[in-house]
């Protein structure tokens, strides 16, 4: 296959039927033009919209066609002209989203337990008085032959089609009759939620699977993507009914700008190139006739290049047909950029951290992702640590260390493939719950130096409350850090906002932090001031501790989901000074500011490692989105990158700088005149 374009953008065109003039105004040189100017050489374009609506001359369906759409041709002539340019168009169209469809056939939308239509995401139900188009269509229905004729059409229609985009195909909980009786053969209870949702995930699996196969039956080498708004762990088990994956990840829409580090860094791993997508939205899809401010939208495209992932943008086309000048000039100013950077960005990362990923027992979606794995990416990237992130199907050896961040069960087969790893020399961070069993009654992970208490701290309802998150810090207690893990701290008591899990350290295993409880957890009976209660001095429990081989280091506090709620800086200090005790050194050091990203990438055929250092800082200058607005530049940052080849050169690139540079004890040292933005710094091996 063919690998991705580097500049993309998704054209959405959701156009209500009863809009006018659809396309009056089209011009396919001008359209074609534009995009040249722009530098997009790929754009994924509308066969069929949410509302239904369809956008070229369909035979099959006519009454679908948009019933104001002028030119009939509209989608033929926005493939010819790309074409006639050199710019790939992938084919777009809906799937469980569908307004003409969901209200002429009610008996094909999903419902929930209660009989009630599911809404977007499926999530709940549908209010028949709110706007939109996101009754859920059901794909155990007659609704998939419906569909299978219509990509039929596209294919045949558009013969040799560049690739297919099929939009909203995710899991879905549904109890329609077709879906309880496909259960019930199966054996599934309908009852229970579990089985609802295992059932959910092998449906839409399935059927991702059959269409692939359906379409290679009428184009051998379209790509193929199936979009949910995340790109997570349910995907490996399906990735070959994928040519590549698409990350969906508007930062000022639902997902923030922690969703896409998080995917990508997962996604890159199963093996498919990868293309990462944003928008030139102020906010999210739909938002007409905004901008996204210049700096954002350079920072988002270079990040992607910088953890490996191609460039696409989203725009949706206004109804008359014609692209937004000032949109494509403002699309053009970044892509002028990414084209000079290309070079330099089809590239390996390297990573000396992997990180097992919560989501694979916990689940995760457009915007909501575990907190310990916001928290964990947070630290890892504000300290400059080279990672990716894992499932427990991943190949652990190449990672050095190994985190488990706060939820992680351990069953026996990933108990076996720890030690496995450890035998080989790898470390491993275990956090709160992680390396317990499944029952989390008792740890699973052999040799981690702890056992569990039997008691354990409980409200006076007698609830658990280890790792929940009070406001106040109800149930705080405290860490004296000291030695290796405390240094750069101050040698008294730092709050642990959230209560840890009550452990001891087995015989051979080292206590490096004692925890300290409170005078008394805070409840209506007694309180201290407006928060937690002070330290009572009394050590309560074993808060950090290493295990008798040097391999485990265990921290009983979720110190990643703290992280994520208020970011206590000694939480992250801690917790770099156990990886330092662990690792004794890293890929990448510098000297600049917590808020530079860095990533290192090998280019193995050209023989060369390219180090990308970023500068934008996004900023929560509203209630509903953060914003970047301003690009402050950096200057004469110091940096050191390990290297295990003798080094020609360094360079900043794509300005061809060269720059002074000297190895010592394996490692590329030297200063970067300038980071405005983004900056690429590239090591040229001699041999």
Same mark, same amino acid.
């Given at each position: 296959?063919?690998?991705?374009?580097?500049?993309?953008?998704?054209?959405?065109?959701?156009?209500?039927?009863?809009?006018?003039?659809?396309?009056?105004?089209?011009?396919?040189?001008?359209?074609?033009?534009?995009?040249?100017? $722009?530098?997009?050489?790929?754009?994924? %374009?509308?066969?069929? %919209?949410?509302?239904?609506?369809?956008?070229?001359?369909?035979?099959?369906?006519?009454?679908?066609?948009?019933?104001?759409?002028?030119?009939? !041709?509209?989608?033929?002539?926005?493939?010819?002209?790309?074409?006639?340019?050199?710019?790939?168009?992938?084919?777009?169209?809906?799937?469980?989203?569908?307004?003409?469809?969901?209200?002429?056939?009610?008996?094909?939308? =999903?419902?929930?337990?209660? *009989?009630?239509?599911?809404?977007?995401?499926?999530?709940?139900?549908?209010?028949?008085?709110?706007?939109?188009?996101?009754?859920?269509?059901?794909?155990?229905?007659?609704?998939?032959?419906?569909?299978?004729?219509?990509?039929?059409?596209?294919?045949?229609?558009?013969?040799? $089609?560049?690739?297919?985009?099929?939009?909203?195909?995710?899991?879905?909980? =549904?109890?329609?009759?077709? %879906?309880?009786?496909?259960?019930?053969?199966?054996?599934?209870?309908?009852?229970?939620?579990?089985?609802?949702?295992?059932?959910?995930?092998?449906?839409?699996?399935?059927?991702?699977?059959?269409?692939?196969?359906?379409?290679?039956?009428?184009?051998?080498?379209?790509?193929?993507?199936?979009?949910?708004?995340?790109?997570?762990?349910?995907?490996?088990?399906?990735?070959?009914?994928?040519?590549?994956?698409?990350?969906?990840?508007?930062?000022?829409?639902?997902?923030?700008?922690?969703?896409?580090?998080?995917?990508?860094?997962?996604?890159?791993?199963?093996?498919?190139?990868?293309?990462?997508?944003?928008?030139?939205?102020?906010? #999210?899809?739909?938002?007409?006739?905004?901008?996204?401010?210049? $700096?954002?939208?350079?920072?988002?495209?270079?990040? #992607?290049?910088?953890?490996?992932?191609?460039?696409?943008? *989203?725009?949706?086309?206004?109804?008359? *047909?014609?692209?937004?000048?000032?949109?494509?000039?403002?699309?053009?100013?970044?892509?002028?950029?990414?084209?000079?950077?290309?070079?330099?960005?089809? @590239?390996?990362?390297?990573?000396?951290?992997?990180?097992?990923?919560?989501?694979?027992?916990?689940?995760?979606?457009?915007?909501?992702?575990?907190?310990?794995?916001?928290?964990?990416?947070?630290?890892?990237? !504000?300290?400059?640590?080279?990672?990716?992130?894992?499932?427990?199907?991943?190949?652990?050896?190449?990672?050095?260390?190994?985190?488990?961040?706060?939820?992680?069960?351990?069953?026996?087969?990933?108990?076996?493939?720890?030690?496995?790893?450890?035998?080989?020399?790898?470390?491993?961070?275990?956090?709160?719950?992680?390396?317990?069993?499944?029952?989390?009654?008792?740890?699973?992970?052999?040799?981690?130096?702890?056992?569990?208490?039997?008691?354990?701290?409980?409200?006076?309802?007698?609830?658990?409350?280890?790792?929940?998150?009070?406001?106040?810090?109800?149930?705080?207690?405290?860490?004296?850090?000291?030695?290796?893990?405390?240094?750069?701290?101050?040698?008294?008591?730092?709050?642990?906002?959230?209560?840890?899990?009550?452990? !001891?350290?087995?015989?051979?295993?080292?206590?490096?932090?004692?925890?300290?409880?409170?005078?008394?957890?805070?409840?209506?009976?007694?309180?201290?001031?407006?928060?937690?209660?002070?330290?009572?001095?009394?050590?309560?429990?074993?808060?950090?501790?290493?295990?008798?081989?040097?391999?485990?280091?265990?921290?009983?506090?979720?110190?990643?989901?703290?992280?994520?709620?208020? $970011?206590?800086?000694?939480?992250?200090?801690?917790?770099?000074?156990?990886?330092?005790?662990?690792?004794?050194?890293?890929?990448?050091?510098?000297? *600049?500011?917590?808020? #530079?990203?860095?990533?290192?990438?090998?280019?193995?055929?050209?023989?060369?490692?390219?180090?990308?250092?970023?500068?934008?800082?996004?900023?929560?200058?509203?209630?509903?989105?953060?914003?970047?607005?301003?690009?402050?530049?950096?200057?004469?940052?110091?940096?050191?990158?390990?290297?295990?080849?003798?080094?020609?050169?360094?360079? %900043?690139?794509? @300005?061809?700088?060269?720059?002074?540079?000297?190895?010592?004890?394996?490692?590329?040292?030297?200063?970067?005149?300038?980071?405005?933005?983004? @900056?690429?710094?590239?090591?040229?091996?001699?041999?």
């Amino acid at each position: 296959m063919k690998e991705l374009n580097f500049r993309q953008v998704h054209l959405d065109f959701h156009t209500n039927s009863e809009i006018l003039g659809i396309g009056s105004e089209f011009d396919p040189k001008e359209f074609a033009k534009t995009l040249v100017d $722009a530098k997009v050489n790929s754009i994924t %374009c509308f066969a069929r %919209c949410h509302h239904g609506m369809l956008y070229y001359d369909s035979k099959l369906n006519p009454e679908r066609v948009h019933p104001h759409l002028v030119n009939k !041709e509209l989608l033929k002539e926005q493939i010819e002209a790309c074409h006639e340019v050199g710019i790939r168009v992938p084919i777009y169209t809906t799937v469980q989203w569908d307004y003409y469809t969901s209200k002429a056939h009610r008996d094909w939308v =999903c419902i929930d337990t209660e *009989g009630r239509a599911i809404g977007e995401a499926g999530l709940g139900p549908q209010n028949p008085l709110e706007p939109g188009f996101y009754e859920t269509l059901c794909i155990n229905t007659p609704y998939r032959d419906f569909l299978k004729a219509h990509v039929k059409e596209i294919l045949e229609t558009f013969e040799g $089609a560049d690739g297919l985009f099929l939009d909203i195909v995710f899991p879905v909980e =549904c109890c329609c009759s077709n %879906c309880i009786n496909k259960m019930l053969s199966e054996g599934f209870n309908p009852h229970d939620k579990k089985d609802r949702q295992f059932f959910a995930q092998q449906s839409i699996d399935n059927f991702k699977k059959d269409m692939t196969a359906f379409i290679r039956q009428f184009n051998k080498t379209c790509t193929i993507f199936y979009n949910r708004g995340h790109v997570g762990t349910p995907h490996r088990s399906v990735k070959d009914a994928y040519t590549h994956f698409e990350l969906e990840t508007l930062p000022s829409g639902a997902w923030g700008y922690l969703h896409f580090p998080a995917t990508i860094r997962y996604a890159r791993t199963l093996g498919k190139d990868c293309l990462a997508q944003t928008g030139k939205f102020h906010t #999210m899809w739909g938002d007409f006739h905004s901008f996204k401010n210049k $700096a954002a939208l350079e920072f988002e495209c270079f990040n #992607m290049l910088a953890l490996n992932a191609k460039c696409m943008i *989203g725009d949706q086309l206004e109804p008359k *047909g014609s692209l937004s000048k000032p949109v494509y000039e403002l699309i053009g100013s970044v892509y002028e950029q990414v084209e000079q950077k290309e070079a330099w960005c089809t @590239q390996t990362p390297s990573s000396e951290i992997g990180v097992l990923t919560p989501e694979e027992f916990i689940g995760a979606t457009v915007g909501v992702l575990p907190d310990s794995l916001r928290g964990v990416i947070r630290i890892l990237q !504000e300290s400059s640590y080279q990672f990716d992130v894992l499932d427990t199907y991943s190949e652990f050896d190449r990672y050095r260390l190994i985190i488990l961040p706060d939820v992680i069960p351990v069953s026996s087969s990933l108990n076996k493939k720890l030690e496995q790893y450890m035998a080989k020399g790898g470390k491993v961070i275990c956090t709160f719950e992680s390396g317990l069993n499944e029952e989390k009654t008792q740890f699973a992970l052999q040799d981690i130096g702890v056992v569990m208490k039997k008691e354990q701290g409980k409200d006076i309802y007698g609830h658990l409350v280890a790792g929940e998150i009070y406001d106040r810090g109800n149930y705080g207690e405290y860490l004296i850090p000291k030695g290796v893990i405390g240094a750069g701290l101050p040698e008294t008591e730092h709050i642990m906002y959230t209560k840890g899990l009550n452990v !001891e350290a087995s015989t051979e295993s080292t206590v490096l932090v004692d925890v300290i409880s409170s005078v008394f957890d805070r409840d209506y009976r007694h309180f201290c001031s407006h928060r937690q209660s002070p330290s009572s001095g009394n050590k309560i429990s074993d808060g950090i501790v290493i295990n008798k081989d040097k391999n485990i280091l265990y921290f009983s506090h979720p110190i990643f989901k703290q992280y994520n709620y208020n $970011a206590p800086k000694w939480c992250k200090t801690m917790l770099i000074n156990g990886i330092r005790l662990l690792m004794e050194d890293k890929l990448l050091e510098h000297e *600049g500011p917590s808020t #530079m990203l860095t990533t290192i990438n090998d280019q193995l055929r050209e023989n060369r490692r390219v180090v990308h250092l970023l500068h934008y800082i996004p900023e929560r200058r509203s209630e509903s989105i953060d914003i970047i607005e301003d690009v402050i530049p950096l200057y004469n940052i110091s940096i050191k990158v390990k290297v295990e080849k003798a080094v020609e050169k360094v360079v %900043c690139e794509p @300005q061809g700088m060269p720059i002074d540079f000297v190895i010592e004890e394996g490692y590329v040292k030297c200063t970067v005149p300038k980071i405005e933005g983004h @900056q690429m710094l590239v090591i040229y091996y001699s041999c």
